[in-house]
């Protein structure tokens, strides 16, 4: 027998060869080492959750430390990454997150809620809003208005402080541990924030768990009750938050009392987070 011949059983299917060099051409072709590069970092970061130094990352990726030193800065500065405040530690931050549920989960979430929004607005004669965690604050994702000549709204777009506001202090409330750290580093107090002493807003935090809800007088207007409910997700998380900035009308003995709105914001929360798939918890405080 020759040897220098192959038993047919043991070729390899030239078509499948010829597959697989075409698919490691193509691979070569479109390669960028530096995107692979960024997204490695990423993708190591989103397995540990207390973050790792720059010299773990250096040995776990087996690259050259000049390099990954420049991308890591580059990840730093466009938010993808946080640095410990020490400076020793790098972890992702929470702007992945906040991409992934902007759009479309966002438009959707949106488009479920403002049904709900206007049947409360009807019922409780209040304007509402909607927010969601954006970057360090509350971004406004959806406003209706109250149905009478008086109401407290606000612009759709705009963001309002996460640590001062009924809104912000919510999302906290019904985040996990983690998020809610991550969130607290990447806040930026906007022009006008109220000053919050972290033992009080500790305090606060439990208050709000417990309740299912945050009912307070309003520390940026006058002759305004804040009344913030959240909005769950399949996580028991808080995707969002529904607040009605209650106006209380000294001509007014009519209507709704802040009772019955607290209520009904309640409840159109409960229906919203049914749509999302979360759940929608009794208040032990209603």
């Excluded at 809003?129 to 705009?158: C, E, F, K």
């Amino acid at each position: 027998m020759n040897q220098n011949s192959s038993s047919p059983t043991a070729d390899p299917n030239p078509d499948d060869a010829d597959a697989t060099a075409s698919a490691s051409l193509a691979d070569d072709r479109y390669r960028a080492p530096a995107l692979d590069k960024g997204l490695d970092i990423l993708e190591l970061l989103a397995r540990q959750p207390q973050g790792l130094t720059r010299a773990e990352i250096v040995k776990k990726m087996d690259r050259n430390a000049s390099e990954i030193y420049r991308m890591l800065e580059r990840l730093v500065a466009r938010q993808y990454v946080m640095r410990s405040l020490p400076g020793d530690r790098y972890s992702l931050s929470l702007k992945l997150f906040t991409l992934a549920h902007m759009h479309p989960p966002l438009n959707r979430l949106v488009t479920q809620a403002i049904p709900i929004m206007e049947a409360f607005a009807q019922k409780a004669e209040q304007a509402c809003h909607m927010g969601v965690y954006d970057q360090g604050n509350v971004l406004i994702a959806a406003q209706v208005n109250g149905p009478g000549t008086w109401s407290m709204t606000l612009r759709v777009g705009g963001h309002v402080g996460l640590v001062d506001t009924a809104s912000g202090q919510v999302l906290l409330a019904f985040a996990d541990a983690s998020q809610a750290r991550q969130m607290l580093a990447q806040h930026t107090a906007p022009e006008g924030e109220a000053p919050v002493d972290s033992d009080e807003l500790a305090a606060t935090l439990g208050l709000i768990r417990k309740q299912g809800y945050f009912e307070r007088d309003s520390l940026q207007s006058f002759g305004v009750a804040d009344i913030s409910c959240p909005i769950f997700g399949p996580d028991h998380s808080a995707l969002a938050v529904l607040t009605c900035p209650c106006v209380r009308r000294m001509d007014r003995q009519v209507g709704p009392d802040q009772k019955t709105v607290r209520l009904l914001l309640l409840q159109a929360a409960q229906a919203l987070s049914l749509t999302q798939g979360g759940f929608a918890p009794a208040s032990r405080d209603a």
